[in-house]
């Protein structure tokens, strides 16, 4: 404001002549009015001269140009391009841990460090990789004691080293078991370990682990490895950061830098126990990008070069890429629509459950929304499994059948078109998770067909974590989603009486005690055969009684560089780099 | 100044107290907390989630964690975050450089765009430049975000091949220009609907101010007309238009949510965007602490800064 009074001074002394002057003639007034005008107009004029609209344009175009357009006036070198220096993969997140028994997301970049006694591989068979070979009956390895425990003995692979150099010993699979089991550690699941009475160390290499009772999924005890005693013995391992964020493992990479919010570049280690020749690709980078559009258009930009799990609805975006191969591997999941008998007592009448799943065209859902990538599923074990059998009762579309099953449980359709018994309407809400493309079509699908036969649905979707909470407590009517399921065909937290929430996952809260017994006896069978049958029997059984809706099989779509070889793909949550040594780019 | 910036800031504190027990119940309400994300995997069992509950302190009474919270809180711990363990300062100090760095080029930029557009627009109301930045500033502050954020991507990173599609750096590549060329596209994203705004606020003003008597008489003792506009008029016009550019920095400061998200962009924002998924309630409660802590100050410096420009008005 300090030109301000310099103005108003000069302007009074301008009046002050104005008024002498007046005073004196009046012709020279008018000429000095004459005067005003001509300089009021000369101002303008001189608005005219500077023309300020395309100055002060053309510098805010130059600053547009100079902030945006010059750096980028370098064309860029589209990307690295896949090199078996440096592969670059695009990951939808930040792990939490690299500790694999705390962290509560998929192992992607552990399993390339931190080895286990066994994994899975393309075909979800459980094959040894630290441990020498998979201890059976058949070769003694397991050993049912008369008490009603079993004993397992791992033999370890000889000449394995931690990084950094330490040998990898039995002594190290008993601290995992203890440090677990232990008051001290918050591990993400105690699942298995909690039966583990002890574990003997006979030798460097013998490992004997006690169950208090028979065990089937043993073989995936240790999938996840071992914690390294010489590091963390005594040691409060949940703020351990130096092991939580690097740790030590016999895998063929270690982690060489983690950068908060940006990446963790994993390199190759000197002399990894399979041979000097492995793995072949020097350093695997894991880009945190968590927008699946964003993930997308850097795969397309060629700043990333593999994406795991890629939606199903972007494969067509990706397909016509000459650089690009979609890997496709069918999946151990289903998408299907629980149904909770304890909220909705019409779920609780077989006959209305048959009817739902009749009146679904299935085959249509996987032929437009899935876009063929997803075949329908009949039942909660897929086809991938040893466990899987096809000898069940199935409900081919048939909605006139699903109309007279509906008839038939006294639901007679109302005045809107909507059934009803005793003056209740045949409704109910459907929720899922908001976000996925997919599923939202599928979950409109589902509303449109169950209509046409006289159902009343709602969809309603919810944030990922809020729906987690919604089904823990039951407080749901219908859901659709899928479960991430493990390598092993256990069934009972899903289907058993008693695993009802909060026990188990058994939200559909089906009751069937044949099918109970059945499965309590499959987790306690390690007899393969056996554990089958028993399988096969639990699989008819939930075939026949419809619990909830199966839909469709999830193929796991993973995008990789055409120049990629030995990508063998894994349909479980083990991953996709459970054989990253192989990889190698030509 | 200094007995009205204490009073200030001391006045900020019983706000601060309310805001941190209001956010506090707003995040532990909503649905699913931070053991939801556990349920999903079938071998994490009751028995799992509830050892997880009490090592984390959640099955203590919500006043309780609360109380826990605050006196840890104002004695500068913050606590560990849920989902990696680590502490909660570290995970934030180690976001705010990417975050300030965007948000200074994003300012910039939207000054560098405002300013101009706002006095080229306020010397000729209504003309035709005036006209079409009123359409493109509509156009620029409907703009959802993380639609153009994506378009740019696909123009200039697939099509055109100029600039990186998201994150900060190059791995390997490094220098100054690739920094930039990582910053080019979501600062203007940012800048774009800041400048949007920023221009109508700085044209309104300019009008105002070029209507008052004393740029008339400049006007009419000769001074050229650039440097009434420039000189006279501009530095009276700022002062209003300054405080709004103030306390949208602070906002933008506290998370530009969207922009970091799609852009991947390692700031304070893809850490709310991850703490709030995961509902880390650590992180979460420190960011909008943070976040409320800065809006106070930038509000108090925001007033300072007028009142700097204007002698017409008083610190009181």
């Known amino acids: 404001m300090n030109a301000s009074p310099h103005v108003y001074h000069q302007l009074s002394a301008f009046r002050t002549g104005d008024i002498t002057r007046e005073a004196g003639n009046t012709n020279r007034r008018l000429e000095e009015q004459k005067t005003r005008r001509t300089l009021s107009q000369r101002v303008q004029e001189k ?10 344009f053309c510098s805010s175009a130059l600053a547009l140009i100079v902030l945006v357009v010059a750096p980028a006036c370098v ?123 002890s574990v003997d160390t006979p030798d460097p290499l013998t490992a004997v682990v006690h169950y208090r009772e028979i065990y089937a999924p043993y073989d995936i005890q240790f999938i996840r490895g071992m914690l390294p005693k010489h590091v963390l013995e005594g040691r409060d391992i949940d703020r351990a950061q130096d092991y939580n964020r690097n740790p030590l493992g016999t895998g063929p990479y270690r982690v060489a830098e983690w950068k908060a919010g940006e990446y963790i570049l994993l390199e190759r280690v000197a002399d990894y126990w399979r041979g000097a020749e492995y793995p072949h690709i020097r350093r695997l980078m894991f880009r945190f990008v968590a927008n699946t559009n964003t993930r997308i258009n850097q795969l397309k930009s060629g700043e990333v070069h ?86 069940i009762a199935r409900y081919p579309f048939d909605p006139a059948e699903a109309r007279k099953l509906l008839d038939g449980a006294g639901w007679k359709p109302g005045p809107n ?30 509303e449109r067909q169950l209509r046409d036969v006289g159902v009343d649905v709602r969809v309603e979707l919810h944030d990922g974590t809020a729906i987690s909470s919604l089904w823990f407590e039951g407080r749901f009517d219908a859901m659709l989603h899928w479960w991430q399921m493990p390598a092993d065909p256990e069934l009972t937290t899903f289907f058993a009486a008693d695993r009802t929430p909060p026990a188990g996952r058994n939200i559909n809260y089906y009751k069937n005690d044949e099918l109970t017994r059945l499965l309590y006896a499959s987790d306690r069978t390690v007899d393969r055969e056996e554990r089958k049958r028993l399988l096969h029997r639990a699989q008819a059984i939930v075939a026949e009684e419809v619990p909830e809706l199966p839909l469709y099989s999830i193929t796991r779509l993973d995008a990789i560089p055409a120049t990629l070889q030995h990508f063998k793909g894994n349909p479980t949550n083990t991953g996709i780099f459970w054989n990253v040594h192989e990889w190698v780019v030509r | ?75 500068g711990d913050w606590g560990y975050s849920f989902s990696d363990g680590r502490p909660v300062g570290m995970r934030i100090v180690e976001r705010v450089p990417a975050t300030l760095e965007l948000v200074a080029a994003s300012i910039v930029l939207a000054l560098a765009l405002a300013v101009p557009a706002g006095i080229a627009a306020a010397v000729r109301p209504r003309g035709w430049f ?44 490094g220098g100054l220009l690739d920094h930039l060329q990582h910053l080019a596209l979501p600062a203007t994203v940012l800048a774009l609907v800041q400048a949007a705004a920023w221009s109508r606020y700085l044209r309104g003003s300019m ?91 930038f509000n108090v410096a925001a007033d300072t800064a007028h009142a700097l420009l204007d002698p017409r008005v008083a610190l009181r």
Not at chain 1, 419 to 440: C, H, N, S, Y
Request: hydrophobic share 50%.
């Open chain 1, 47 to 56: 608005e005219k001269d500077k023309p300020f609209d395309l100055l002060i």
């Open chain 1, 75 to 197: 064309r860029r070198s589209a990307g690295n391009a896949p090199s078996n220096d440096l592969l670059i993969v695009g990951y939808d997140r930040e792990p939490d841990t690299l500790n694999r028994f705390s962290t509560h997301i998929l192992e992607d970049i552990q399993t390339c460090v931190v080895e286990g006694l066994t994994t899975t591989d393309e075909q979800m068979k459980v094959v040894p990789l630290l441990a020498a070979q998979m201890p059976t009956l058949e070769n003694g390895g397991v050993k049912l004691r008369p008490d009603g425990g079993m004993d397992v003995v791992w033999r370890l692979r000889t000449g394995v080293k931690w990084h950094d150099g330490t040998p990898l010993t039995s002594a190290d699979i008993k601290f995992t078991v203890d440090a677990i089991n232990g008051p001290n550690y918050n591990p993400e699941s105690t699942d298995g370990f909690d039966r583990i009475a």
């Open chain 1, 306 to 391: 593999v994406v795991a799990l890629v939606p199903w609805d972007k494969l067509r975006e990706i397909a016509g890429m000459p650089s690009i191969v979609v890997h496709k591997t069918p999946g151990n999941a289903y998408e299907h629509v629980t149904l909770n008998e304890r909220q909705v007592p019409a779920f609780r009448d077989v006959r209305v459950r048959r009817a739902l799943l009749r009146a679904l065209d299935r085959e249509s859902f996987t032929r437009t929304i899935l876009d063929g990538l997803a075949p329908v599923a009949h039942g909660p074990i897929q086809p991938v499994s040893w466990a899987y059998t096809d000898a």
């Open chain 1, 417 to 446: 078109g909507i059934r009803e018994r005793d003056g209740k309407p045949l409704a109910f809400t459907l929720i899922t998770q908001a976000g996925f493309a997919v599923r939202e079509n599928i979950a409109q699908a589902i």
């Open chain 2, 1 to 75: 100044m200094a007995g009205f910036l204490a009073r200030r800031i001391l006045q900020a504190a019983p706000l601060l107290l309310a805001i941190s027990a209001l956010v506090f119940l707003l995040i532990h309400s909503v649905p699913g907390g931070p053991l939801a994300i556990f349920l999903s995997n079938p071998s994490v069992r009751p028995q799992d989630i509830e050892r997880l509950r009490r090592a984390l302190g959640l099955d203590r009474p919500l006043w309780e964690q609360y109380w826990a919270w605050l006196a840890a809180f104002v004695q």
């Open chain 2, 130 to 173: 005036d006209r079409a930045t009123t359409a493109l500033a509509v156009a620029g502050i409907s703009l959802p975000s993380f639609w153009f954020g994506l378009l740019l991507q696909i123009v200039f990173a697939i099509n055109l091949g100029w600039l990186p599609s998201s994150g900060r750096t190059t791995f390997g590549g």
């Open chain 2, 207 to 297: 009008i105002d101010t070029l209507a008052q008597p004393f740029v008339v008489a400049a006007r009419a003792r000769g001074v050229p007309a650039r440097a009434v506009v420039l000189r006279h008029a501009l530095r009276n016009a700022l002062g209003p238009v300054l405080a709004i550019v103030m306390v949208d920095a602070a906002l933008l400061v506290s998370g530009a949510v969207v922009t970091e998200s799609v852009f991947a962009w390692p700031g304070l924002g893809s850490l709310f965007t991850e703490a709030l998924a995961r509902r880390d309630y650590a992180v979460l409660m420190a960011l909008l602490m943070l976040a409320s802590i800065a809006i106070v100050l």
